[in-house]
C-alpha cells in the first residue's frame, strides 16, 4: 500500500529562512548590499507570517479534507514515482500562477493577497507577508482537476512546499540580474521586483511562482528597467503596521463598499468580484485607468511591455 506521508516542507524550510534574512539584514545593514530594512514594518511581516501558520494549522485542514473528498472520484491514481512528483509540481505551478493572476483581478481574491503587497520595503522579510484568510476565498478548487486527474492531494501539499520556498528567497534586492538562461526560465528577484511594484507599467505583471515562462507564454511577462525602478507597496498604501489591519483591511472596504445604500445588485455584485479599483460610478482608479494615465502623460512609452497603446481621450 502507497504511502501518502511527507515531509512539511516549508516547516522544514524555517531554520533557513530565519538564517537568511539574519543574513540579508546584516548586509543591508552594514552598506555591502542593496535594500531597506524598516523594524515596525519587519516585525508586522513576521506577525503576519505567523498568524498565516496558525491560519493553516486551524483552517487549511478544511480545505485538504475537501480535495481528500474528490479524490474519491479520480479518474486516474497515478500514484508514486518520480515522474508524477515532476509533473505535479508543473502542473501546480501553472495553477498557482492563474491562482495569482486571479488573486489580482477579482477582489474577492485580492483581499486576501493584498497584505503581501502591503509593504513599502522589499526584502525577505516580505516573503513572510502571509494572508489569514486564503481559505475563505475558496481558490483551493482550482487544485481540483489536479486531484480528479489522479495526483493525490497530500503529493499536491508536498510539491507546493517546494514552489513556496522557491519565492521565499526573490523577494529581496540584494540580487541584481542573474544568468540570462537562469532569468528566461525561472521566476527570478528581479521578476518578482517588477510584481510588487507599483510603477504603471509594472501592475499587474510576472504572477510566476517558479517559473517565469507562464507569463512570457499568456503576455503578462514585464521586464524590470533601471530607468524605472520599482516602488513598492500598494497603489493606496495603507499606512499602517497593525497586522490585524494588515489581514483584514481589504475585506471590510470590500464589504462596507458593496453595502452601500442605493446600489444594484449587479453593482454590489461587482464591487466583490470586479478587479481591484472598479466603482459602480467610475470615480476610482483600477491598473487599466492607471496605466492609460499615464501613457497620456509620457506618450513615448505607448506600447511598451505593460502599457497600453496611446488613445485619443473622448471628444478628441
Do not use: C
Not at 516549508?10 to 555591502?32: M, N, Q
Not at 530594512?37 to 487549511?60: K, P
Not at 495603507?238 to 475585506?251: L, S
Not at 468580484?273 to 491598473?287: A, K, L, N, V
Amino acid at each position: 500500500m502507497e504511502s501518502y506521508d511527507f515531509p512539511k516542507v516549508t516547516e522544514l524550510a524555517i531554520p533557513f529562512f530565519v538564517v537568511a534574512i539574519l543574513i540579508e539584514l546584516w548586509l543591508v545593514r552594514s552598506g555591502r548590499a542593496k535594500g531597506a530594512f524598516e523594524t515596525r514594518d519587519t516585525l508586522t511581516s513576521l506577525m503576519m507570517g505567523t498568524g498565516n501558520v496558525v491560519a493553516g494549522l486551524l483552517l487549511g485542514v478544511l480545505s485538504y479534507w475537501a480535495l481528500l473528498w474528490v479524490w474519491q472520484f479520480r479518474f486516474f491514481d497515478l500514484g508514486l514515482s518520480v515522474w508524477v512528483f515532476i509533473a505535479a509540481f508543473l502542473l501546480d505551478d501553472l495553477r498557482y500562477y492563474w491562482y495569482h493572476r486571479i488573486a489580482h483581478r477579482v477582489r474577492w481574491v485580492w483581499a486576501e493577497h493584498v497584505n503581501h503587497h502591503s509593504s513599502q520595503h522589499y526584502n525577505l522579510s516580505t516573503a513572510l507577508r502571509q494572508s489569514w484568510t486564503g481559505l475563505f476565498t475558496g481558490m483551493f478548487i482550482l487544485q481540483v482537476p489536479l486531484v480528479l486527474l489522479g495526483f493525490h492531494p497530500a503529493i499536491i501539499a508536498f510539491v507546493y512546499g517546494f514552489n513556496l520556498v522557491w519565492q521565499f528567497w526573490i523577494h529581496t534586492e540584494t540580487i541584481g540580474r542573474m544568468w540570462r538562461w537562469v532569468e528566461y526560465i525561472f521566476n527570478t528577484p528581479s521578476h518578482h521586483r517588477v510584481h510588487h511594484a507599483t510603477n504603471p507599467r509594472y501592475l499587474d505583471a510576472n504572477f510566476a511562482g517558479t517559473l517565469i515562462i507562464w507569463d512570457r507564454m499568456f503576455g503578462t511577462f514585464v521586464e524590470e528597467r533601471e530607468e524605472d525602478l520599482p516602488r513598492y507597496g500598494i497603489v493606496h498604501n495603507i499606512g499602517t503596521f497593525n497586522p490585524f489591519r494588515v489581514a483584514f483591511h481589504e475585506w471590510i472596504g470590500m464589504f462596507k463598499d458593496a453595502a452601500a445604500s442605493g446600489l444594484s445588485l449587479r453593482q454590489r455584485l461587482g464591487y466583490l468580484f470586479m478587479p481591484p479599483g472598479w466603482s459602480h460610478d467610475g470615480s476610482r482608479e483600477t491598473s487599466e485607468s492607471l496605466k492609460a494615465a499615464y501613457v497620456r502623460r509620457n506618450p513615448e512609452e505607448a506600447g511598451k511591455p505593460g502599457l497600453p497603446e496611446a488613445r485619443p481621450m473622448p471628444g478628441e
